[in-house]
T-cell receptor
Framework: GENVEQHPSTLSVQEGDSAVIKCTYS??????FPWYKQELGKRPQLIID?????GEKKDQRIAVTLNKTAKHFSLHITETQPEDSAVYFC????????????FGSGTKLNVKP | NAGVTQTPKFQVLKTGQSMTLQCAQD?????MSWYRQDPGMGLRLIHY???????DQGEVPNGYNVSRSTTEDFPLRLLSAAPSQTSVYFC?????????????????FGNGTRLTVT
């Protein structure tokens, strides 16, 4: 089955700096890669996603890049704000029609004011 | 729309007890799934369903049963609770563009059930 590894496990940045979280996956059949943000005690919520036919996607301060050859994708947050503090999860889903997702272990982002 | 609704929010069980975690969605999504979240391990798939009457096992199915009699509901049953099942459980749903398309869609999560087994 798919194996998703996520680094770092914790990340502390100063407000206004950029943050980068990296994930690797093992199954070349994976073709959909969402990122979720989870605030303490809340449910995970989708913040951005990318499909395997695209190399990069951007939404305001958030961007995701995908390198299919290296089986590697990353989340980039620019101009970080204290409200960006949360746990972020990457996930990979094979294109097998079953909508199963394999998650990374999470990155706790702390944005210091 | 309420989205994905999970009950209960909290539950404490003794070892050996059984219970059902309820999950309902009102978005007419074909796909539904259950994940458990443990510290440092992300979310792991327990069981999933691609439509009413169809269920299958995920990564960590042992000790859990599911059924899908309607599109809306996808309950998770703990048969004989064990301390290793102490976790936060999330139900999720997503839409389908149809089998054979290879298109996966984002998960919509419920608010979770925090389960403690003593």
């Amino acid at each position: 089955g798919e194996n998703v590894e996520q680094h770092p496990s914790t990340l502390s940045v100063q407000e206004g700096d950029s943050a980068v979280i990296k994930c690797t996956y093992s199954d070349s059949a994976s073709n959909y890669f969402p990122w979720y943000k989870q605030e303490l005690g809340k449910r995970p919520q989708l913040i951005i996603d990318i499909r395997s036919n695209v190399g990069e996607k951007k939404d305001q301060r958030i961007a995701v890049t995908l390198n299919k050859t290296a089986k590697h994708f990353s989340l980039h947050i620019t101009e970080t704000q204290p409200e960006d503090s949360a746990v972020y999860f990457c996930a990979a889903s094979p294109g097998d029609n079953f909508n199963k997702f394999y998650f990374g272990s999470g990155t706790k982002l702390n944005v210091k004011p | 729309n309420a989205g994905v609704t999970q009950t209960p929010k909290f539950q404490v069980l003794k070892t050996g007890q059984s219970m059902t975690l309820q999950c309902a969605q009102d978005m007419n999504h074909e796909y539904m799934s259950w994940y458990r979240q443990d510290p440092g391990m992300g979310l792991r798939l327990i069981h999933y369903s691609v439509g009413a009457g169809i269920t299958d096992q995920g990564e960590v199915p042992n000790g859990y049963n599911v059924s899908r009699s309607t599109t809306e509901d996808f309950p998770l049953r703990l048969l004989s609770a064990a301390p290793s099942q102490t976790s936060v459980y999330f139900c999720a749903s997503s839409y389908s563009r149809g089998l054979g398309t290879g298109y996966n869609s984002p998960l919509h999560f419920g608010n979770g059930t925090r389960l403690t087994v003593t």
